[in-house]
């Protein structure tokens, strides 16, 4: 079988569908694609739609973090990403739902605000990163990559400010779903796969890793993933930090 995923670094879909490829044991390339130009070269490799993760099994096309989570499932049934058990297998599949809808995004809402404000950081992000130039030269002309990525993703300082009030609501549901069972269960299903990198990300800002890390959704990601890659050094304002602290009892 011939695997080849296309995704760009620091993706948090990106790094689902390469854990989903990992736990079912299957070999795969990698190409890492810049932001924005990223939306291009996909459609030109036929895929339907502009976004990352996508994937090319054989010759054939599969795009999404959820579709990818189907397909792995139907080519190599073991191990499982979904239970067996028809109410526990809605539970996940809800819970990726989630995880996909309405966590993504506001997470690379928070990222794109700071490294707009920021560049410096895109480093970490890029480690091991295989962007057929030198890391250098990708970093010292990403400024308009990132305006769009920006601008593209709507990362205003409105949305932002409102993605951090509505964050400590995000991880208490992931808490819940952990509480439940549905998540972080002897074996990682593929909504643990959808959502903890995710968090993981949003554990790249210093601002918000005290935060997160001592909670269930913060210890689900580091399972998930123990590496962290990409570290944003304090850029959120203390006011938008509020309703987060104030929630999760922080001082
Ligand atoms: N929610 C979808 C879409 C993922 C998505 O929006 N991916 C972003 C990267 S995290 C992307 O492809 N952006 C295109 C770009 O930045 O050029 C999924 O999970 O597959």
Redesign the pocket.
């Known amino acids: 079988m011939k695997v080849r995923l296309y995704t760009?670094p620091?993706?948090?879909?990106?790094l689902?569908?390469q854990l989903m490829l990992k736990h079912k044991g299957i070999a795969f390339k990698r190409t890492d694609?810049?932001?924005?130009?990223?939306?291009l070269v996909?459609r030109g490799l036929g895929f339907p739609?502009?976004?990352?993760?996508a994937l090319k099994i054989d010759g054939r096309r599969v795009?999404?973090?959820?579709?990818?989570a189907r397909e792995l499932e139907r080519l190599r049934p073991e191990p499982a990403l979904f239970p067996a058990d028809p109410a526990k297998r809605i539970a996940v599949e809800e819970a990726e739902c989630f995880g996909?809808?309405e966590l993504?995004?506001p997470i690379?809402q928070l990222i794109w605000w700071a490294l707009k404000k920021d560049k410096a950081p895109l480093r970490s992000f890029s480690e091991g990163a295989k962007l057929g130039i030198p890391i250098g030269l990708a970093l010292r002309t990403a400024g308009p990559i990132v305006a769009l990525?920006a601008h593209?993703?709507e990362s205003s300082d409105e949305n932002v400010r409102a993605d951090l009030a509505a964050l400590s609501g995000l991880l208490d549901r992931v808490d819940e779903l952990i509480a439940a069972g549905t998540l972080d269960g002897d074996e990682l299903n593929a909504a643990d796969f959808?959502i903890a990198p995710s968090i993981r990300l949003a554990m790249t800002f210093q601002d918000l890793r005290p935060l997160i890390e001592a909670r269930p959704a913060g210890r689900l990601a580091k399972r998930v993933q123990p590496d962290l890659s990409g570290d944003i050094p304090p850029i959120l304002p203390p006011a938008w930090l509020q309703p987060l602290r104030s929630e999760t009892g922080a001082a």
Do not use: C, M, Y
């Not at 694609?33 to 939306?39: C, D, H, M, T």
């Not at 739609?49 to 993760?53: H, Y």
């Not at 795009?63 to 990818?68: A, Y």
């Open positions: 760009i620091g993706s948090h879909p990106g689902a569908a694609l810049f932001p924005v130009i990223a939306k996909v739609r502009n976004t990352v993760p795009q999404g973090s959820r579709e990818i996909d809808e993504q995004h690379r990525s593209f993703n959808q």
